[in-house]
């Protein structure tokens, strides 16, 4: 049951420059996303959202875009910092709210000096 | 900044035992979950809990896990009779209630090692 895809187990990255993280899903009726990063021994800590009525939504140095044809998003951080180094998962919802998650497989970035 | 809070940080267990993980999630929320992350795999939910009742429960989630809100502040997740296969990081989430648009959030997790 692999509704939510990261099909990039790893992604390395200068610091300074930006990371693009992908995910894509099969569900079309997911309507609410979100991205959580993860450190080891921690629990995941949210990074940002998006309704499936919008295309984007930007925070800070984060931005998720949307595209719900292509049943695709993508994290854009920039610029990148070595504090970005996680494991970072996007997560999707039938519900519009942040409540039962289903989870891709995580992208590793490792934010190199 | 409030936080959800979880017990033991790492429990080792033998095969066929009983264990309860614990979790104090944030004060004013009403909603409840546990998670579990198999390692190297995705994290996956298990159930949720609202108004002192299970709200939906996952496939993983069976005759074998129960979970329960004794007081005001504490849920708690029991695993009757532990297997191998559940070896894992579980995590508890908590959300302030119906209509919350934002995040869930989570606990550091509690590690079970079931030998």
């Known amino acids: 049951d692999q509704q939510v895809k990261q099909n990039s187990p790893s992604l390395s990255v200068q610091e300074g420059r930006i990371s693009i993280l992908n995910c894509d899903y099969t569900?079309?009726?997911?309507?609410?996303f979100l991205w959580y990063k993860k450190y080891p021994a921690e629990g995941p800590t949210f990074l940002i959202s998006?309704?499936?009525?919008?295309d984007k939504n930007e925070d800070g140095r984060f931005t998720v875009f949307l595209n719900k044809s292509a049943k695709h998003l993508s994290l854009h951080i920039v610029p990148s910092q070595p504090g970005d180094s996680a494991v970072y998962f996007c997560a999707a919802s039938l519900t519009g709210t942040a409540s039962k998650l289903t989870f891709g497989t995580g992208t590793r970035l490792q934010v190199t000096l | 900044e409030p936080e959800v809070t979880q017990t033991p940080s790492h429990q080792v267990t033998q095969m066929g035992q009983e264990v309860i993980l614990r979790c104090v999630p944030i004060?004013?929320?009403?909603?409840f979950y546990w998670y579990r992350q198999i390692l190297g795999q995705k994290v996956e939910f298990l159930v949720s809990?609202?108004?002192?009742?299970?709200?939906?429960k996952s496939e993983i989630f069976d005759d074998q896990f129960s979970v329960e809100r004794p007081d005001g502040s504490n849920f708690t997740l029991k695993i009757r009779s532990t297997k191998l296969e559940d070896s894992a990081m579980y995590f508890c989430?908590?959300?302030?209630?119906?209509?919350?648009?934002?995040?869930?959030?989570f606990g550091e997790g509690s590690r079970l090692t079931v030998l």
């Open positions: 569900n079309s009726m997911f309507d609410y």
């Open positions: 989430a908590s959300s302030p209630g119906p209509g919350y648009t934002g995040e869930l959030f």
């Open positions: 004060s004013n929320h009403l909603y």
């Open positions: 998006i309704s499936s009525i919008k």
């Open positions: 809990f609202y108004n002192n009742e299970i709200s939906e």
